[in-house]
C-alpha cells in the first residue's frame, strides 16, 4: 500500500508541475483553440472550452495510468489507490495554481509583464469562466475522477493484456500479408522497385503543378531542407564527421550565387545564373576541402567545436564592416538574378520547386553511388574506427576532405537555389541554428537514411507551417520531439536498411553457429575453398 | 633465403620510458617468427612501429629489403602488411562482408568520379571485389553469416573475421597479435591449424605475438622474447624454453634455478 501511495504522489506531483508550466506558456489556450475547430463546431458550442476539459481530462487519465501500472496493478485496491492518490495530489498542486491565478485576475493584477501569454482573457479561459475558489474545486474534482480512472484502466488493461493485443495484432497483420497472393507475388516480382521508384517520379513531377504558390514556397523551403539533410548525411551519417558549422557552405554558395549575379556588388562582374551557380557549388566544395585541412587530425568533440567556430566566423565575416561593401553586412545581397532556359525566366515559385526536386534526385543519385562504393565503404569504417580504418591502407586524409567537401557541395547548391529564390541573402539565414536544425533532421530522420531525411525534414520544417498556431511552441515541441526520439527511438524515425551483399539463399541464424566452429566443419571449409 | 621484415636496433620512448630498445628482429620468408614476452614488454608498442602508428625514435625497419620507417599506416598497408588486434576491433556496425570489402581497400583502384559514373572498370572490379570477400568469408569458415552486423558474431567468429579482414588486402606479411587470447582449448587449437593452413596453403610470412605458450612452442619456427623493450633471447621453441633467462622474465629470479632443481629432482 505505501508503494502504491508512493507512486501516486510521484505520478501526480510530476504531472502537476507539467501541466502549470505548460499552462504559464499559453500552451493550453493555443491548443484548445485548435483541437475545438477540429473536434467541435465552433458557432453552436464552446469549442475550445470543451477541449480544454477533454485534454486535462486525458492528462489527469495518463497520470493515473502512470502511477498505477509500475507497482500493484495484480490487485484492484493496489491500483485504484495509485490512481486516485495520483489524480488527488495533481488535482491538489493545479487547484492551488487556479486559485493563485484566479486571486490575481480578481484584485485585477496583471502578470503580463512576467509571463506574456497570461492575460486576462486567457487566465478566465484557464478558469472555465468561473470563480476561482469554484474552479479549483471543478480541476481538483477533475483530476481525481480521471487519476482513479485511469488507476481502473490500468487495472483492466493491464500491461500484459496490453503486450499481449499488440502482438496477436501484429502477428494478424503478417499473416494476412503472407496469405494475400498479391503480396507475395509484389514482394517477388524483380521490377517492383522500378514501379515504386516510377511512382515517386510522377508524384514528384505532378506535385508542384497541383499545389498553390504557398505550398509551393513552403515545399521549396523543405526541399532545401532536405538537400542540406542529405549532404549533412555524408559528412555525418557517413563519415561520422560531427560538423556543427555546416551553414557555413550554404552561406558560401548562397553569397557566391548573389555576389556574381547581383547588380548591387560587384556589379562589372555581374554573369548569368547557370555559370554563377556552378562556380558557387566548386567554391563551396573548395572551402569544405580548406576547413578539412585544420581539422583533419580532430576527432569528435574537438572537431565538433572547431567546426562550429567556423561556422560562427562565416556569418560574422560576411556581415562585418569590413567586408560591407562587398557583402552588404547586416543588409545581405539583395536583387539576386534568378534562372531562365530558352529565355524563359524560371523564377517562379514552381519553377525552383522543380530544380529543388531536380538537384534533390541528383543528390541522392550521387549519394547512393558513392554508398555502394569503395569510398563509401571507407568512410563507414572511417566512422566505426579511424585507427584500423588506417591501418586497413585507407587514407584517412583524402577520404575526409572528401566527404567535407561532397557533403559542402550539397550544401552549396542548396544555398544558391534559396537565395536565387528568394533574391535575398543575409547573414541570419545562415545562423547556428540552421546548421543545428539540418542536423536534427538527419537524427530524427535516421542517421544515413535517405528516406529518413525526408521525413525528418517535413516532420521539422514541414509540420511546423502546417501548424501555424502552434508556431509559439516550436522550440518547445522540437526539443520535447527531440528528447522522445532519443528515448524511444534512437535509431531515427526511417533508420537506414543495409544492403544484402551475401547473396546466400538462406542465411544462417547465429545460432546455428556452434556446430561450424567444430574443427572438423572448419578444416572441410577450408579444404574445400583451397581446391 | 630473402627476409620479409627486419628490424635494426628499433627504439621508440615515451618520454623516459623506452617501451622498445634496440631491438633486432629477422623474419625470413614464409616463416612463422613469434614474439613473446610478459605484460608490459613492449610487444604490441613494437608492433605499432612496425605498422607506422609510432614512430621509432631510432633505428630501421625493412620490409623486403627498403625502409618503411615513417610512412604512414596506410602506405604500410598497401605494401603488403596487415594486422589484427588484441583486443578484437572490427568495424562493428558494418556486415561482416563488409568488414572484408573495407580490407580490400588497398587493392581496389576505382576513384570516386568512377563511383559516381558507375564505369564499366568500376563495376567489374565491385564485382571480383564481392566475389573474393564470399571466397574469404568460406576460407576462414563464416559463409552464410556475412548480413550479419560484425558485432552480433560470437566471439570465435570475430577473430576469424578479423584474420579474413586483414588477408582481404592479400599482404605478405601477416601481424597478428594475441590471435588466441579469450578462446578455450578447441578454439585454440582450432586457430594454430588455421596459422598454420595460411603458411601452407597462402604463403604468407607470419609474425605473431603469444602469451599461450602451448601456441607459440607448437607453431613457431623462431621466437624472440622481451623483456622490459629489450630483446633477452632468440632461438627456436626447445631453446627458448630452457633458458634460464626467459624463464626468470616470466616467473621471477630464481625461479630458473628452481625449475632446474625440481627437475633433477624428478628425473
Same mark, same amino acid.
Given at each position: 500500500? =505505501?508503494?502504491?501511495?508512493?507512486?501516486?504522489?510521484?505520478?501526480?506531483?510530476?504531472? @502537476?508541475?507539467?501541466?502549470?508550466?505548460?499552462?504559464?506558456?499559453?500552451?493550453?489556450?493555443?491548443?484548445?483553440?485548435?483541437?475545438?475547430?477540429?473536434?467541435?463546431?465552433?458557432?453552436?458550442?464552446?469549442?475550445?472550452?470543451?477541449?480544454?476539459?477533454?485534454?486535462?481530462?486525458?492528462? =489527469?487519465?495518463?497520470?493515473?495510468?502512470?502511477?498505477?501500472?509500475?507497482?500493484?496493478?495484480?490487485?484492484?485496491?493496489?491500483?485504484?489507490?495509485?490512481?486516485?492518490?495520483?489524480?488527488?495530489?495533481?488535482?491538489?498542486?493545479?487547484?492551488?495554481?487556479?486559485?493563485?491565478?484566479?486571486?490575481?485576475?480578481?484584485?485585477?493584477?496583471?502578470?503580463?509583464?512576467?509571463?506574456?501569454?497570461?492575460?486576462?482573457?486567457?487566465?478566465?479561459?484557464?478558469?472555465?469562466?468561473?470563480?476561482?475558489?469554484?474552479?479549483?474545486?471543478?480541476?481538483?474534482?477533475?483530476?481525481?475522477?480521471?487519476?482513479?480512472?485511469?488507476?481502473?484502466?490500468?487495472?483492466?488493461?493491464?500491461?500484459?493484456?496490453?503486450?499481449?493485443?499488440?502482438?496477436?495484432?501484429?502477428?494478424?497483420?503478417?499473416?494476412?500479408?503472407?496469405?494475400?497472393?498479391?503480396?507475395?507475388?509484389?514482394?517477388?516480382?524483380?521490377?517492383?522497385?522500378?514501379?515504386?521508384?516510377?511512382?515517386?517520379?510522377?508524384?514528384?513531377?505532378?506535385?508542384?503543378?497541383?499545389?498553390?504558390?504557398?505550398?509551393?514556397?513552403?515545399?521549396?523551403?523543405?526541399?532545401?531542407?532536405?538537400?542540406?539533410?542529405?549532404?549533412?548525411?555524408?559528412?555525418? @551519417?557517413?563519415?561520422?564527421?560531427?560538423?556543427?558549422?555546416?551553414?557555413?557552405?550554404?552561406?558560401?554558395?548562397?553569397?557566391?550565387?548573389?555576389?556574381?549575379?547581383?547588380?548591387?556588388?560587384?556589379?562589372?562582374?555581374?554573369?548569368?545564373?547557370?555559370?554563377?551557380?556552378?562556380?558557387?557549388?566548386?567554391?563551396?566544395?573548395?572551402?569544405?576541402?580548406?576547413? =578539412?585541412?585544420?581539422?583533419?587530425?580532430?576527432?569528435?568533440?574537438?572537431?565538433?567545436?572547431?567546426?562550429? @567556430?567556423?561556422?560562427?566566423?562565416?556569418?560574422?565575416?560576411?556581415?562585418?564592416?569590413?567586408?560591407?561593401?562587398?557583402?552588404?553586412?547586416?543588409?545581405?545581397?539583395?536583387?539576386?538574378?534568378?534562372?531562365?532556359?530558352?529565355?524563359?525566366?524560371?523564377?517562379?515559385?514552381?519553377?525552383?520547386?522543380?530544380?529543388?526536386?531536380?538537384?534533390?534526385?541528383?543528390?541522392?543519385?550521387?549519394?547512393?553511388?558513392?554508398?555502394?562504393?569503395?569510398?563509401?565503404?571507407?568512410?563507414?569504417?572511417?566512422?566505426?574506427?579511424?585507427?584500423?580504418?588506417?591501418?586497413?591502407?585507407?587514407?584517412?586524409?583524402?577520404?575526409?576532405?572528401?566527404?567535407?567537401?561532397?557533403?559542402?557541395?550539397?550544401?552549396?547548391?542548396? =544555398?544558391?537555389?534559396?537565395?536565387?529564390?528568394?533574391?535575398?541573402?543575409?547573414?541570419?539565414?545562415?545562423?547556428?541554428?540552421?546548421?543545428?536544425?539540418?542536423?536534427?533532421?538527419?537524427?530524427?530522420?535516421?542517421?544515413?537514411?535517405?528516406?529518413?531525411?525526408?521525413?525528418?525534414?517535413?516532420?521539422?520544417?514541414?509540420?511546423?507551417?502546417?501548424?501555424?498556431?502552434?508556431?509559439?511552441?516550436?522550440?518547445?515541441?522540437?526539443?520535447?520531439?527531440?528528447?522522445?526520439?532519443?528515448?524511444?527511438?534512437?535509431?531515427?524515425?526511417?533508420?537506414?536498411?543495409?544492403?544484402?551483399?551475401?547473396?546466400?539463399?538462406?542465411?544462417?541464424?547465429?545460432?546455428?553457429?556452434?556446430?561450424?566452429?567444430?574443427?572438423?566443419?572448419?578444416?572441410?571449409?577450408?579444404?574445400?575453398?583451397?581446391? | 633465403? !630473402?627476409?620479409? %621484415?627486419?628490424?635494426?636496433? %628499433?627504439?621508440?620512448?615515451?618520454?623516459?620510458?623506452?617501451?622498445?630498445?634496440?631491438?633486432?628482429?629477422?623474419?625470413?620468408?614464409?616463416?612463422?617468427?613469434?614474439?613473446?614476452?610478459?605484460?608490459?614488454?613492449? !610487444?604490441?608498442?613494437?608492433?605499432?612501429?612496425?605498422?607506422?602508428?609510432?614512430?621509432?625514435?631510432?633505428?630501421?625497419? +625493412?620490409?623486403?629489403?627498403?625502409?618503411?620507417?615513417?610512412?604512414?599506416?596506410?602506405?604500410?598497408?598497401?605494401?603488403?602488411?596487415? $594486422?589484427?588486434?588484441?583486443?578484437?576491433? %572490427?568495424?562493428?556496425?558494418?556486415?561482416?562482408?563488409?568488414?572484408?570489402?573495407?580490407?580490400?581497400?588497398?587493392?581496389?583502384?576505382?576513384?570516386?568520379?568512377?563511383?559516381?559514373?558507375?564505369?564499366?572498370?568500376?563495376?567489374?572490379?565491385?564485382?571480383?571485389?564481392?566475389?573474393?570477400?564470399?571466397?574469404?568469408?568460406?576460407?576462414?569458415? +563464416?559463409?552464410?553469416?556475412?548480413?550479419?552486423?560484425?558485432?552480433?558474431?560470437?566471439?570465435?567468429?570475430?577473430? $576469424?573475421?578479423?584474420?579474413?579482414?586483414?588477408?582481404?588486402?592479400?599482404?605478405?606479411?601477416?601481424?597478428?597479435?594475441?590471435?588466441?587470447?579469450?578462446?578455450?582449448?578447441?578454439?585454440?587449437?582450432?586457430?594454430?591449424?588455421?596459422?598454420?593452413?595460411?603458411?601452407?596453403? +597462402?604463403? /604468407?610470412?607470419?609474425?605473431?605475438?603469444?602469451?599461450?605458450?602451448?601456441?607459440?612452442?607448437?607453431?613457431?619456427?623462431?621466437?624472440?622474447?622481451?623483456?622490459?623493450?629489450?630483446? /633477452?633471447?632468440?632461438?627456436?621453441?626447445?631453446? /627458448?624454453?630452457?633458458?634460464?633467462?626467459?624463464?626468470?622474465?616470466?616467473?621471477?629470479?630464481?625461479?630458473?634455478?628452481? %625449475?632446474?632443481?625440481?627437475?633433477?629432482?624428478?628425473?
Amino acid at each position: 500500500m =505505501g508503494d502504491n501511495i508512493r507512486a501516486g504522489l510521484i505520478s501526480g506531483i510530476a504531472f @502537476g508541475v507539467i501541466i502549470i508550466i505548460t499552462s504559464l506558456i499559453g500552451f493550453f489556450g493555443t491548443v484548445s483553440a485548435l483541437l475545438g475547430e477540429f473536434l467541435f463546431d465552433p458557432k453552436t458550442q464552446p469549442a475550445a472550452l470543451y477541449s480544454l476539459v477533454l485534454i486535462l481530462a486525458l492528462l =489527469g487519465l495518463w497520470a493515473g495510468i502512470r502511477a498505477a501500472k509500475p507497482v500493484g496493478t495484480d490487485r484492484w485496491s493496489g491500483a485504484l489507490v495509485s490512481g486516485a492518490v495520483a489524480g488527488l495530489s495533481t488535482g491538489l498542486f493545479v487547484g492551488i495554481y487556479t486559485l493563485i491565478i484566479g486571486g490575481f485576475n480578481a484584485r485585477g493584477l496583471d502578470i503580463r509583464g512576467y509571463l506574456a501569454q497570461m492575460s486576462p482573457d486567457a487566465i478566465r479561459f484557464l478558469l472555465f469562466q468561473l470563480p476561482p475558489a469554484t474552479a479549483a474545486l471543478s480541476y481538483f474534482l477533475l483530476f481525481t475522477t480521471t487519476g482513479l480512472a485511469g488507476g481502473f484502466l490500468a487495472k483492466t488493461l493491464g500491461r500484459g493484456r496490453l503486450k499481449k493485443a499488440n502482438q496477436q495484432l501484429k502477428s494478424k497483420i503478417t499473416e494476412l500479408w503472407e496469405s494475400t497472393s498479391v503480396a507475395v507475388w509484389l514482394s517477388k516480382f524483380p521490377y517492383t522497385q522500378y514501379i515504386v521508384y516510377g511512382a515517386i517520379i510522377i508524384l514528384a513531377l505532378l506535385l508542384p503543378i497541383s499545389l498553390g504558390q504557398y505550398w509551393n514556397f513552403t515545399l521549396g523551403t523543405v526541399g532545401v531542407y532536405v538537400l542540406m539533410g542529405l549532404g549533412i548525411n555524408i559528412v555525418v @551519417g557517413m563519415a561520422g564527421l560531427l560538423d556543427l558549422g555546416y551553414v557555413a557552405f550554404f552561406a558560401v554558395g548562397a553569397y557566391t550565387v548573389g555576389l556574381l549575379t547581383s547588380p548591387q556588388q560587384l556589379s562589372q562582374f555581374q554573369i548569368d545564373f547557370w555559370p554563377a551557380a556552378f562556380l558557387a557549388i566548386v567554391i563551396a566544395a573548395i572551402t569544405g576541402i580548406i576547413l =578539412g585541412f585544420p581539422v583533419l587530425r580532430l576527432r569528435g568533440d574537438y572537431l565538433a567545436i572547431v567546426t562550429l @567556430g567556423f561556422g560562427e566566423i562565416i556569418r560574422i565575416l560576411v556581415r562585418s564592416d569590413l567586408l560591407s561593401d562587398f557583402t552588404g553586412g547586416p543588409q545581405g545581397v539583395r536583387q539576386i538574378d534568378g534562372p531562365s532556359l530558352f529565355g524563359i525566366s524560371l523564377t517562379n515559385d514552381r519553377a525552383y520547386l522543380y530544380m529543388i526536386i531536380l538537384a534533390i534526385m541528383l543528390a541522392i543519385f550521387v549519394t547512393i553511388r558513392f554508398k555502394d562504393s569503395r569510398v563509401g565503404r571507407a568512410w563507414v569504417a572511417m566512422r566505426e574506427d579511424e585507427t584500423v580504418s588506417q591501418a586497413m591502407g585507407i587514407n584517412t586524409y583524402t577520404t575526409k576532405l572528401l566527404a567535407f567537401a561532397v557533403g559542402a557541395a550539397f550544401a552549396g547548391l542548396g =544555398g544558391v537555389l534559396f537565395a536565387s529564390r528568394n533574391q535575398y541573402i543575409g547573414p541570419e539565414d545562415a545562423n547556428l541554428l540552421v546548421s543545428i536544425n539540418v542536423l536534427a533532421v538527419v537524427i530524427v530522420g535516421g542517421m544515413g537514411s535517405i528516406p529518413g531525411v525526408f521525413l525528418g525534414a517535413f516532420v521539422l520544417k514541414g509540420l511546423p507551417e502546417i501548424m501555424r498556431q502552434l508556431q509559439d511552441y516550436r522550440i518547445l515541441a522540437f526539443g520535447a520531439l527531440l528528447v522522445v526520439m532519443m528515448i524511444v527511438r534512437p535509431e531515427g524515425l526511417w533508420p537506414s536498411q543495409r544492403r544484402r551483399l551475401e547473396m546466400h539463399e538462406e542465411e544462417l541464424p547465429l545460432e546455428e553457429l556452434e556446430e561450424t566452429e567444430a574443427i572438423g566443419a572448419l578444416e572441410a571449409a577450408l579444404e574445400e575453398s583451397t581446391k | 633465403m !630473402k627476409n620479409t %621484415l627486419e628490424t635494426r636496433a %628499433l627504439t621508440k620512448r615515451f618520454g623516459g620510458l623506452v617501451a622498445v630498445n634496440k631491438v633486432d628482429l629477422v623474419v625470413p620468408e614464409n616463416s612463422i617468427v613469434s614474439v613473446i614476452g610478459p605484460n608490459g614488454a613492449g !610487444k604490441t608498442t613494437f608492433f605499432n612501429c612496425i605498422t607506422g602508428f609510432y614512430l621509432p625514435e631510432e633505428g630501421d625497419v +625493412l620490409f623486403e629489403g627498403s625502409s618503411i620507417v615513417g610512412l604512414t599506416p596506410d602506405r604500410i598497408s598497401a605494401l603488403g602488411i596487415s $594486422r589484427t588486434y588484441q583486443n578484437i576491433r %572490427l568495424f562493428s556496425n558494418m556486415a561482416t562482408i563488409e568488414n572484408i570489402l573495407v580490407g580490400q581497400h588497398p587493392r581496389l583502384k576505382s576513384t570516386w568520379p568512377e563511383a559516381v559514373l558507375h564505369t564499366r572498370r568500376q563495376r567489374e572490379e565491385e564485382k571480383a571485389a564481392l566475389d573474393e570477400a564470399r571466397r574469404l568469408l568460406k576460407f576462414v569458415g +563464416l559463409s552464410g553469416l556475412g548480413d550479419h552486423l560484425a558485432r552480433n558474431l560470437p566471439y570465435g567468429a570475430q577473430r $576469424r573475421l578479423e584474420v579474413a579482414r586483414a588477408l582481404a588486402s592479400q599482404p605478405k606479411l601477416l601481424l597478428l597479435d594475441e590471435p588466441t587470447a579469450g578462446m578455450n582449448i578447441q578454439e585454440t587449437a582450432e586457430m594454430i591449424r588455421f596459422i598454420q593452413m595460411l603458411r601452407e596453403k +597462402l604463403g /604468407i610470412t607470419i609474425l605473431l605475438i603469444e602469451h599461450d605458450m602451448r601456441v607459440v612452442m607448437s607453431i613457431s619456427d623462431q621466437v624472440s622474447v622481451l623483456d622490459y623493450g629489450e630483446k /633477452i633471447a632468440e632461438g627456436t621453441p626447445t631453446e /627458448i624454453q630452457n633458458n634460464p633467462r626467459v624463464i626468470e622474465a616470466y616467473l621471477g629470479r630464481g625461479a630458473a634455478t628452481g %625449475l632446474q632443481q625440481a627437475e633433477v629432482k624428478t628425473t
